[in-house]
């Protein structure tokens, strides 16, 4: 097929370890979205800090450090650079302008989700988020899209990679837990500045936009009721040993009467048996409840440039649908 419609341009903000990989993907798939979007779609340009670095597989060409001017141009964003700000000031343009937008920015979408929605649908745009959430796993979709005619009653899991390698270590090889908070670090589990995952951050984020898809109610960062694992001592592993469980970070969200959604991230002790239980190193689990559909179960890579990539790379196709 030779598609007659002008391409639809693309601005890829950020070429990390995610924007890397759907740089890469978007060449090597290229012919493929174009069948299944009529029109080809072209990469306008890749928004870096530094554009003398050397990035395999880009075309140096279309590196810029204007990801203002870019953005500008495109008809799909694609935000990957991470971080607050200017992130949150790039996306609020495009999506003032009527843009199609794709983020995989868990902290902004939990910060300020509501408010860019509304401005999507103000002007026409579209704000899809779907990485932000355990990365590869298709668990907005589920709770938002799938279930849209069944009752959620509750969610629960284990969303942070990080922190679960560091427990697993803990538990499976007998790793001091400080030891395995240090090895977790060198071995690039962890932030250079690991306190979002230790300190329950980045669960809290996921749990919010979670509770978000699932009730449609306005939910916040600050109704979350956050524990992180920093707290926890050889002599908590020692004793979920002793009675034959283990502990994860587990972050839940329940319907409740009086205060909508009960959103909460926690240390849990779980039996061996629970599923929960079961998930090793950086694999995320999420469980949903829903009335008609009972427990569904969504489990996978939670993190990494190749699987995060893959849900980017949805969202552009259905952004791309609606340009
Ligand atoms: N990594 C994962 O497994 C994962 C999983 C799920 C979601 N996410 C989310 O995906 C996003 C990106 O993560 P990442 O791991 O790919 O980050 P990363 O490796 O740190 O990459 C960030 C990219 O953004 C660019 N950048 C940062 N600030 C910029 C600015 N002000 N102007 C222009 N470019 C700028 C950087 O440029 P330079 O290359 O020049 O430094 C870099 O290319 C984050 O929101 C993260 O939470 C990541």
């Not at 002790?269 to 599923?275: F, G, K, N, V």
Request: proline residues 5%; hydrophobic residues 50%; negative net charge.
């Amino acid at each position: 097929m030779v598609p007659s419609l002008p391409p639809l341009r693309l601005a890829l903000l950020g070429a990390g370890t995610v924007g890397s990989a759907v740089a890469h993907r978007l060449h090597e798939r290229r012919q493929r979205y174009a069948d299944a979007l009529g029109r080809p779609l072209e990469l306008a340009g890749v928004a870096v800090r530094d554009t003398g670095r050397d990035r395999p597989g880009i075309d140096p060409a279309l590196l810029t450090s204007d990801a203002a001017a870019l953005a500008a141009r495109a008809d799909v964003v694609v935000e990957v650079m991470g971080g607050l700000e200017p992130a949150g000031e790039l996306i609020g343009s495009a999506l003032r302008r009527g843009a199609q937008v794709v983020t995989a920015n868990k902290q902004l979408i939990a910060r300020r989700g509501p408010e860019l929605e509304a401005l999507a649908a103000q002007a026409g745009g579209g704000l899809h988020y779907e990485a932000a959430v355990m990365a590869a796993v298709p668990v907005l979709a589920v709770v938002r899209e799938a279930l849209a005619g069944d009752e959620v009653l509750g969610i629960r899991g284990v969303v942070n990679g990080s922190t679960n390698y560091v427990l697993d270590l803990v538990a499976r090889e007998g790793v001091p837990f400080a030891d395995a908070v240090r090895q977790a670090g060198e071995l690039g589990y962890l932030e250079a500045d690991p306190t979002e995952d230790l300190e329950g951050l980045d669960a809290a984020a996921k749990i919010v936009i979670l509770a978000r898809a699932a009730w449609g109610l306005p939910v916040a960062l600050e109704d979350v009721a956050v524990t992180g694992i920093s707290g926890l001592t050889d002599a908590d592993f020692a004793g979920a040993a002793g009675r034959d469980e283990v502990l994860k970070l587990v972050a839940t969200a329940t319907r409740d009467d009086q205060r909508g959604v009960r959103v909460e991230v926690a240390p849990r002790s779980l039996p061996l048996q629970d599923p929960l239980a079961q998930v090793r190193g950086g694999t995320n689990i999420l469980e949903v409840d829903a009335v008609s559909a009972g427990p569904l179960r969504l489990v996978g890579a939670g993190a990494g440039g190749e699987e995060t990539a893959s849900a980017v790379l949805g969202d552009v196709l259905r952004a791309a649908r609606r340009c």
